[in-house]
Each structure stands twice: as structure tokens, then as C-alpha cells.
T-cell receptor
Framework: KNEVEQSPQNLTAQEGEFITINCSYS?????LHWLQQHPGGGIVSLFM???GKKKHGRLIATINIQEKHSSLHITASHPRDSAVYICAVGETSGSRLTFGEGTQLTVNP | DAGVTQSPTHLIKTRGQQVTLRCSPK?????VSWYQQALGQGPQFIFQ???????QRGNFPDRFSGHQFPNYSSELNVNALLLGDSALYLCASSPGTGGYRDYGYTFGSGTRLTVV
């Protein structure tokens, strides 16, 4: 069992739909990161959070430390949101990141 | 303010050869981490450098080695390349290793290595 599990692996939505991607982890963490990766390969950091909820534009990230679970929500999805979304955790004992496998999101017009 | 710069962007090597990948961290960052991302998978931690020393290492063989220079830039070296080393190699920089509770990562665009 991976230390960081994401679901779903693949997600197809119609433009305008509300999207949720889930992440569960089994290790102690200092912080959880949500990252976006486009086909070119570069990774962009969306959120880093250790408690509660953060919002940036149409993106919302929540974390429940007790349940070791986080969700990334996208409101009013748009085709330009199509990308791989990756959950990663920073372990308590160091700053290395452990990544989930990623969720491939495709938003159709 | 430049982010993380990696070079080259693409590379093709033959089995058995050696390769060196380079990374310049974001201004103000002194810690560099390297990750390997195979196609369709999440990145895997290779190692992390701070103050010119390897601080942490993932589950990678000794064929993978690195170096950090006084200006915080870093190199990843892979010897005796195998077909399975084909992957996207990502560099991430962060502002120090103390505390870990407020670190922010900046990722480079990666180097796509193909071993034939």
C-alpha cells in the first residue's frame, strides 16, 4: 500500500462542473502539498497546507489531520484546468516529499 | 526572479553511458532535492542536498550520485545507464531545512532522459 493514495486516477468532466480529487496518507506529516503538472512536465505548487482550508481563485484545498485526508476542489471547471493533479506530503522527520500517483483531469468544453 | 532552472531539457543516451543533469535553485533557496518520475507515475525521491552535503537519500542505487556547489546549484550524475533510468528528472528547491513547517517548494520543468 502506497503511503499517499489519490482518487480517482482519471477524471473527465464537462466545463463548468464542480470537481473533487481526494488524497489519503498514512505517514506523519508536517504539511501536504497539492501540485499541478502539465504535459510538458513542469510542476506548479498550488497549495501547501497543514490544517484547515485554503482558497485561491476557483481552487479550494482542505485537510483533516485526524483522518489523514485532503481534498482538492475546482469550482466552475474549465478546459485549461486539464492537467495531472498530484498530492504530496512532507514527512515530519525531514523535508523530502512523498508523492501520490496523480489524478489525470480532463475538462471537455 | 528566476525560478528553478534545469538543463538540459531533453537528453538521449545509450545504455552504459553516464549522464549529468544540472539544476539552479530559486533565488534565496539553499536546499535542492532531486526526483525521478517514470511515465504515468508520481515522482520518487532520489536525494537532497544542503550545505554541499547529501542530507537524505531515497531508495536509489549508488549509480545515482550528486553534488551541490557553493552557489547552491546542484548536479545529478547517473552512471552505467539502464533502460529503466528513462524518466523525467525533477529538481526542487526550498528555503532551508530547519523546522520543515514552513518550507515552500519550487520545481523546475525537468529533464527528460531517454536511454536507448
Amino acid at each position: 500500500k502506497n503511503e499517499v493514495e489519490q482518487s480517482p486516477q482519471n477524471l473527465t468532466a464537462q466545463e463548468g462542473e464542480f470537481i473533487t480529487i481526494n488524497c489519503s496518507y498514512s505517514v506523519g506529516i508536517s504539511a501536504l502539498h497539492w501540485l499541478q503538472q502539465h504535459p510538458g512536465g513542469g510542476i506548479v505548487s498550488l497549495f501547501m497546507l497543514s490544517s484547515g482550508k485554503k482558497k485561491h481563485g476557483r481552487l479550494i484545498a482542505t485537510i483533516n489531520i485526524q483522518e489523514k485526508h485532503s481534498s482538492l476542489h475546482i469550482t466552475a471547471s474549465h478546459p485549461r484546468d486539464s492537467a495531472v493533479y498530484i498530492c504530496a506530503v512532507g514527512e515530519t522527520s525531514g523535508s523530502r516529499l512523498t508523492f501520490g500517483e496523480g489524478t489525470q483531469l480532463t475538462v471537455n468544453p | 526572479d528566476a525560478g528553478v532552472t534545469q538543463s538540459p531539457t531533453h537528453l538521449i543516451k545509450t545504455r552504459g553511458q553516464q549522464v549529468t543533469l544540472r539544476c539552479s535553485p530559486k533565488s534565496g533557496h539553499d536546499t535542492v532535492s532531486w526526483y525521478q518520475q517514470a511515465l504515468g507515475q508520481g515522482p520518487q525521491f532520489i536525494f537532497q542536498y544542503y550545505e554541499e552535503e547529501e542530507r537524505q537519500r531515497g531508495n536509489f542505487p549508488d549509480r545515482f550520485s550528486g553534488h551541490q556547489f557553493p552557489n547552491y546549484s546542484s548536479e545529478l550524475n547517473v552512471n552505467a545507464l539502464l533502460l529503466g533510468d528513462s524518466a523525467l528528472y525533477l529538481c526542487a528547491s526550498s528555503p532551508g531545512t530547519g523546522g520543515y513547517r514552513d518550507y515552500g517548494y519550487t520545481f523546475g520543468s525537468g529533464t527528460r532522459l531517454t536511454v536507448v
